[in-house]
């Protein structure tokens, strides 16, 4: 009985493996928009899609031609897909984000987060190009959300909440919209 069971458990799994729908957007990026022909949100699959490949030297045009949200020295491009990931956040839509932000050497450190779209956002931190730091290895930890954080001495920015680990301190994304953003509310 117990054999036929997990025959039948496992021939399922194979079977939900196959019936998912291959294509999509060639970006990084969930639109939450996009509705089926019957007014429904369409989800985009679950496993998340691997990060574009980093080349040596990675420039910030790279960065930006591959999606990433990219700071060099607070210039950001594709700050939209920032946005849109908060967004898909709140609208619990699983989305991931790469931000490259530059050090003042021009060397890139990544923050990689991946949102499952229930409640956690997976968040990894690498240093490894950094020619001035000391690598980190790659660290990574859970969280449960984002807020942003108004500081005096540095300035506003978001922050990683709920987190596993302290891996979460290494995450720092100022937002040049922020300021006007929580002088509104």
Request: net charge negative; aromatic share 10%.
């Amino acid at each position: 009985m117990i054999k036929r069971v997990l025959i039948l458990a496992a021939a399922l799994v194979l079977l939900s493996g196959c019936s998912e729908k291959s294509g999509g957007s060639s970006d990084n990026t969930t639109n939450p928009s996009a509705a089926s022909s019957s007014g429904e949100m369409v989800s985009p699959p679950a496993n998340p899609k691997a990060f574009p490949a980093v080349s040596d030297p990675y420039g910030a045009d790279q960065a930006a031609a591959n999606g990433d949200i990219v700071n060099v020295h607070g210039k950001i491009y594709n700050l939209d897909k920032w946005k849109l990931f908060l967004e898909n956040l709140d609208m619990g839509v699983p989305n991931q984000v790469r931000i490259t932000q530059y050090t003042d050497e021009g060397d890139p450190i990544f923050y990689e987060l991946v949102y499952d779209g229930a409640e956690a956002i997976a968040y990894t931190y690498d240093n490894s190009r950094d020619g001035f730091g000391s690598d980190a290895g790659r660290p990574s930890t859970l969280c449960r959300g984002i807020e942003v954080e108004k500081n005096k001495e540095f300035g506003s920015h978001y922050k990683l909440t709920g987190c596993d680990n302290e891996t979460s301190n290494t995450f720092w994304f100022t937002n040049i919209e922020v300021g006007a953003e929580l002088g509104s509310q």
